[in-house]
């Protein structure tokens, strides 16, 4: 990511951890895929992005858990979906891929937020992901006070 880029902050409700998130994801995409749509993941929400071109500047959706940053996945576009009742609303379309970063915590807040790229925690190394994970509440309690 440049400096300049532009991100989105949004809380990952009902999700312990990244696993959480995976799991969900991955049936999300198999069901998709079983009606005959593309697999791809879409988080929709309420408001439209006024920043669009910024953040589809390689901007990443930031995914927070129980107060702290440990995810992102890349933007790779904005469609406009339709509700049954015709409100219009944003489908943020994501790559399937999940990266997970170092825990930063963040207060709780409603939606979501902006998040310039020098605010952004930085990408756990290639393979770290992969190591012996500690439980959530562990690593979260490690976070906070700043040893992880």
Not at 40 to 50: A, C, K, L, N, S
Request: charged share 30%; net charge neutral; proline share 5%.
């Amino acid at each position: 990511m440049g400096a300049d880029d532009l991100n989105l902050l949004k809380l990952c409700v009902g999700a312990e951890g990244v696993a959480d998130l995976l799991d969900w994801q991955a049936r999300q995409r198999a069901m998709k895929q079983a009606r005959g749509e593309a697999p791809e993941h879409v988080h929709v929400t309420r408001m439209w992005p006024r920043r669009e071109a910024e953040l589809l500047n390689g901007g990443s959706l930031y995914w927070v858990f129980k107060g702290f940053i440990l995810a992102r996945q890349k933007i790779t576009r904005l469609d406009q979906v339709t509700d049954a009742d015709g409100t219009k609303r944003c489908a943020i379309v994501l790559d399937n891929s999940v990266i997970r970063t170092k825990p930063a915590p963040r207060r709780p807040f409603q939606g979501w937020r902006y998040l310039v790229a020098k605010d952004a925690p930085e990408d756990l190394p290639t393979g770290a992901e992969d190591d012996d994970a500690l439980p959530t509440t562990l690593e979260l309690a490690l976070a906070d006070i700043g040893l992880k």
